[in-house]
Each structure stands twice: as C-alpha cells, then as structure tokens.
C-alpha cells in the first residue's frame, strides 16, 4: 500500500516530472459501493455544476472511450461575446435535454442549442462583475446571481425575468480598509459581493458570496426557488449569542471574513448541505482577532432546510496563511475495512485532504492535532490539524520544481510563521489545489485533483508591506493528483508543465477517461488509470472550468467554456470560447494564444536604457510623471526599483546605484541567472556591469528582497 518511488526525471506516460506513485494500482479493483441515487442521475443531462449533488463530477457515459478518443473533434464552436479577449470566464456549462446553460463574466446567461451551437436564447443580468461560475436549474426556471448582488429566476424556454431577489445590502458606501493588488486578485468590496455556482434541491437555491480579503463579514444564502424569498442566512462570523462567537476577538467577527465563494454538496437522504468557509481578516495579521475565528477554514453541514449548523469541522485553526480550503465538497460512498462509509472529501489548498464522516464530521482515518510554529505576535494557534495519510503535494519549496525560492527571503513550509519580513512560504495563498474541481471516479474509487505549485511571500501587512504576493520572477507549475480516499494516499502525484489549481476542473467517465483543461488553452483527454495523454485539443483560450459530457440521440458529445482567467497566471490569454466535441467532429481546433508566462513576470511598462540615463537607482519607486527615480525611500514596494523594467541594448553598462539620500544599505543580485551581483552598497556607494549576453534577467535588493527588478537585453 504504502510502497513510493520519488522522481525528479521525465516520465514516459506523462511527459511530466512523478511526484509520487504507489506501486501497482491494486487498490483500483477494490469495490466502490453504488453511489445514492439521491444524488441524481448524471448521463444524457449534465445538470448542475459537480453533475451530481455530491459533486463528483462523473459522467456513466461511455461512448468516447480510450481507443476513440483520438477520433474525437470539434462539434462546433461559437464565441459567446462576439470574440471578446477582456474578461476571464470561470462559468462551467451544464445539460439538460440538448440544452447548454452557461453565464459570462459580461453578466450575460445563455442557453445554447447543444447540437448546433446555436443560442435559444440571452438574458442579461447587469453590469457590475462577479466570478459567475455557473448556473441552477429547476424544472421551469434557470437561476444566476450577478455582479449587482441580485439572484435571478429566468424562464428556461424564453430567458425571461421571473424574478430577482438583492442580497449584501449593507451601506456600500465604505471603503475598502486593505490595500490589495488588483492584478493578483487580491481585493474586493467592504460588503462583499456574490460569487460561485447557484445550486438547486427540493424547491430551495443555495448562493455564495465573496470578500473575505476585504473585511466582509460572510455568510451563506438559501431562497425559495418559485419566489426568491429569503428563507435561512448563515452568518459564518458568528455574532454575540451565537456558537462560535467566543473564538473571535473583541469585535473583529464584524469584518471576519469567511466567506463560502464556491458552491457546496448536498446529501438529500441526510438533509445536509456541505458548505467551505473561507479565510479570516485580517488574512495574514491574527493580531488583531485571538482565537480560532470559527467558522473560516470550515466544512460546516447545515440543515438544507433550515440552515442550522449541525456540525462543522475547521482544517485550520486562526489561519494566517489564506489557507482557507474553500472548494466544492465531494460526497461519496466508500468501502473502508469493508465497511460502507458515507465520505464527504475537504482540504485543497494545504495539499492534503480530510476525509470526514457525512453524518457527523469524524475523520474516517483519524486527524491528530500536532504542534506548529509559534508567534505570539500573530497570536497563533499552538497546534494544527493532520490528517492521517499522505499529502498528494510538497508541503515546502523544493528546489528540483517550480517552488525553488526566489533568493534572500526567509523560507518556510506549510504553517511556518511570519511577521513583518517578507517571508517565502509553500503551499502558497493561491494553495495546492485551491478551487480547482474534483472528480470522484467510481470505477477506480480514487478522487483526482489539479494542483498548482506556487509560493507566496507574506508579511503583516503593516506599513504597506506585502501579503500575498507571489515574488517577482518566481516559477510557476503544478500538476495532477489521484488520492484514494478510503485510507487517505497518494496513488499518484505527477508534475505538469501548468499550475492547474485555479478552476481546471476535471471529468472523469466511464468510458475511463479524465479530461482537463490548462492555462494555455488545451483541453486533455487522459487515462483514468495512469493519466497517459490520449488526446489533445487548442481551445483558443486559458480552461479554467471544468469540462462537462452529454448525450443528444445516443450520441456522446463533450462541452468545455474556454475564457482564461486572472490567476495564477495575470497573463492567461481570455477569451469566449463555447466548444463541443463528438466523435467525427470536423470543427478545427483554433489557433493558439499566446501561453502564459512561466515566471511571474513584472508588469510595469519597460524603460529604455537611455531615458533611465544607463542607470538603476535601489530603494527608489519609479515616477512615470517625472521618467525619473522617486524622491523617497522605499523599504516594502516590489516596485522598490528605479526603473523596475529596464530595456538594454547589447554591450550597455548599467550603474547600480544607493543614492546618498537613502538611510540604508541596498544591493541588486540576480536570480537565477547569476548574472550580476553588486554586494551590499551602503548610500552614496554604486556599482557598475557590462550586460554582454542578451537574455531576461531578475534581480533584487538581497537586504530587502521583494523589491525586485528585470533588465531585458537584446
């Protein structure tokens, strides 16, 4: 069982690097019990986001298998938006008789003909931007939130309003009270707004919402479907009277965060609905909120018909790290000693998964709550909850894989502590599986997940420093994951060339197949088994949904939305690309875009060599208003560079200087290219090199290291 072999070569199935692998997959002929049919029939239909209420998302169509894969083409292709390359689009499609369903980022919800291509029908529903990652159907009615807080009844056949109900209406009229980097993602609104996939059970919606980096205060939503009514609120930042009020300091549960962006499972024979709870606020400050901050990096089951909290279980205590593991939960049953348990499968963004009972929240392998570092400034939490198991990902940078630290930081793994340094810490905030859609596949009864491969560098933020960032010039990567959840190990980790955490959602089908999307636009159809690459297909834009398969006169056809997105990658190419796929499809595959960068790229305008007068001033920002070196010294800014992007002829020197009004040392090494290194300059002190070799070099201050830049030669 437990037999692991550790790789850092190529393998020849995958064309990627093995993380882990359990010798033999004996294990895979174990019995998966049959799934509850309450979860509901996935096949011709495609119903809701995860397929199924227990969000497994897996297909028992078997049409498209391992040796016709390779036959499988382009169906057709519309572009939703008329080409627009502007927004990301996170919206997975669903199914039902022919029909596709799916929203835009334009706020736009469409119903598209699933034979032809062709639209029935386009609603919109506002103006204002939310992540809208899929819609809920009932018999009569498709349901969408939108970027103006209200949720949406619409006519199936027409698209018409039905109605429209406004939630998080607290005054908006206060400001955001954390700075944040709105290339990254990292900001929101004080009140929040609404976010992920509406789910639909029993004449009852369940709806989300976002702003957990910004202090709002989360909570989670259930409406009558037929009339929009607000019927229950859960308030995951518990107030004064209510549990779990007492682990939040002071008043800090006002603007505590937690909240549920992604959409939750349901158990219709239990009458639980499976919530995750995001992040605390401040995220990477606990000075200011002692105590374990309930309900954020929750799992909570709630009573789906009255919102009552009847357990929850939190994977971690006072978090600092925006660990928060928010996912859609998977529900299934599995055969554990030879006994069937009813699982529901939690974790993502820390690597590893807690497998917890439906019915009450016990950990069917165990959990042991050990000791982690210490820092009473953050006022951390003396232990932290362990699954017993494997981790399906490194839990510290590595320096074989994309986690190599950018140099001159302090460095440390999951749950090591900061404060105001900025420190290097994997996972990173983006997470090892972060959002990225699960598959329970009952043929192999293994859960098979994306994972990314990023660090993140935080600090308190105090003083403007940073908190998330992901440092300048790093590596990017990830890779797949199978996890076999009836004792909670890795049958196999394989690294890939993408991070594949941010909404790379993947199906698998019993045609014994899993398909996935990356960054780059390609969609994969793999071998359930070993994740051999069968077929490959160009989407036009970054796949940040999950693919989806559906059935129209008994022939299989496979859907996928390709619209890029923000994360983890700021260059994903965008688009509005609607696909479907069938056996003998003709429809070209469309050209590629533009890959993403694999380093975090620096995103400033370049300068050349000549208006920065062949020279970079340390410790300074760059003012676009002057072309000159700012006047003030600058200890925290990444952009802490004068000019942080300089354009270099071949043959050019360039001066490092520390300007005498400066009050401390400052130096500029590059990384990983050696290139140059100037020491440590003390003010007034510079240094000088001849850039010979044309090529991309990053550079920071090795005293203050995310102030970092990049000479471009050529």
Same mark, same amino acid.
């Given at each position: ?56 998302? @897996? ?50 919800? +469409? ?81 929040? %707004? ?68 992604? @959409? ?52 971690? @205590? ?72 494997? %981790? ?33 810490? +994997? ?133 996928? +939305? ?100 400066? @009050? ?51």
């Amino acid at each position: 069982m437990h037999r692991r072999m550790f790789l850092t070569g190529s393998s020849a199935l995958t064309a990627g690097a093995v993380l882990a692998t359990r010798a033999g997959t004996a294990e895979a002929a174990s019995p998966t019990p049959p799934q509850p049919k309450s979860f509901g029939a996935v096949g011709a239909n495609f119903p809701k986001v995860g397929g199924n209420y227990g969000n497994q998302n @897996h297909s028992p169509l078997k049409q498209i298998t391992r040796s016709s894969v390779k036959k499988l083409g382009g169906a057709w292709h519309v572009n939703l938006e008329g080409g627009d390359t502007t927004q990301a689009q996170q919206s997975t499609v669903v199914a039902e008789k022919g029909v596709l369903y799916v929203q835009t980022q334009q706020q736009n919800v +469409f119903a598209i003909d699933g034979r032809t291509g062709a639209t029935k029908w386009k609603t919109s529903v506002g103006s204002d931007s939310t992540n809208m990652r899929g819609v809920a159907l009932s018999d009569s009615l498709v349901f969408s939130i939108s970027g103006e807080n209200n949720v949406y009844a619409l006519n199936k056949k027409t698209g018409e309003v039905v109605w429209k109900t406004l939630l998080l209406t607290e005054d908006t009229s206060v400001g955001n009270p954390e700075p944040c980097d709105p290339a990254n993602g990292q900001c929101g609104g004080s009140v929040g %707004s609404l976010a992920g996939a509406v789910v639909y059970w029993d004449g009852l919606i369940y709806v989300g919402m976002q702003g957990s980096t910004a202090g709002a205060r989360g909570r989670a939503y259930c409406l009558d479907a037929k009339t929009g009514k607000l019927v229950w609120t859960f308030w995951s930042a518990p107030g004064p009277g209510e549990f779990g009020n007492d682990t939040w300091a002071g008043e800090s549960w006002k603007t505590g965060g937690a909240v549920p962006w992604i @959409h939750p499972a349901i158990d219709p024979d239990l009458g639980l609905v499976y919530w995750t709870f995001g992040n605390p606020y401040p995220r990477t400050n606990g000075e200011t909120r002692a105590g374990d901050n309930l309900f954020s990096n929750c799992l909570v089951a709630l009573d789906a018909k009255t919102g009552k909290r009847r357990w929850h279980f939190q994977s971690v @205590h006072h978090d600092i790290w925006d660990y928060d593991n928010v996912m859609a939960p998977v529900l299934a049953d599995i055969t554990v000693k030879g006994r069937t348990r009813k699982v529901v499968v939690y974790g993502s963004k820390v690597g590893m998964y807690f497998i917890l009972d439906r019915k009450d929240g016990t950990a069917i392998q165990g959990v042991t709550e050990e000791a982690v570092p210490q820092d009473s400034r953050q006022k951390t939490s003396p232990t932290q909850p362990f699954p017993k198991g494997e %981790s399906f990902m490194p839990q510290k940078p590595r320096f074989d894989n994309p986690t190599r630290p950018v140099p001159f930081y302090p460095v440390g793994g999951a749950f090591d502590t900061f404060w105001d340094r900025a420190t290097i810490i +994997f996972p990173g905030a983006g997470g090892g599986a972060d959002w990225a859609a699960v598959s329970f596949n009952p043929n192999t009864g293994w859960i098979y997940v994306g994972y990314g491969l990023i660090n993140s560098a935080y600090s308190n933020t105090v003083g403007g420093r940073v908190n998330t960032a992901r440092p300048l010039g790093e590596y990017f990567g990830g890779g797949i994951a199978a996890v076999d959840p009836r004792d909670n190990t890795v049958v196999w980790s394989i690294e890939k060339e993408w991070s594949l955490a941010h909404g790379n959602g993947i199906l698998t089908t019993d045609g014994r197949l899993m398909f996935q999307g990356g960054p780059d636009g390609v969609l994969h159809a793999m071998n359930d088994e070993t994740a051999e690459v069968l077929w490959s297909f160009q989407c036009g834009a970054g796949v940040h949904t999950s693919p989806i398969t559906y059935e129209i006169d008994g022939e299989q056809y496979l859907a996928v +939305f390709a619209g890029g997105n923000g994360l983890p990658y700021p260059d994903i190419p965008k688009g509005d690309h609607l696909w479907a796929f069938r056996i003998g499809g003709t429809v070209a595959p469309a050209q590629a875009p533009t890959p993403p960068s694999k380093r975090n790229q620096i995103r400033t305008a370049a300068v050349t060599a000549e208006t920065a007068k062949n020279t970079v001033t340390l410790g300074r920002v760059w003012d676009t208003k002057t072309s000159a070196p700012g006047t003030a010294e600058n200890l925290v800014a990444q952009n802490a560079m004068s000019p942080q992007n300089l354009s270099v002829p071949k043959g050019t020197k360039i001066t490092f200087v520390n300007p005498a009004g400066n @009050h401390f040392a400052h130096g500029a090494a590059a990384f990983f290219e050696y290139e140059f290194d100037s020491g440590t300059l003390m003010p007034g002190e510079s240094f000088e090199h001849t850039f010979d070799r044309p090529g991309e070099y990053f550079y920071n201050d090795p005293i203050y290291p995310q102030n970092t830049g990049k000479i471009v030669v050529s």
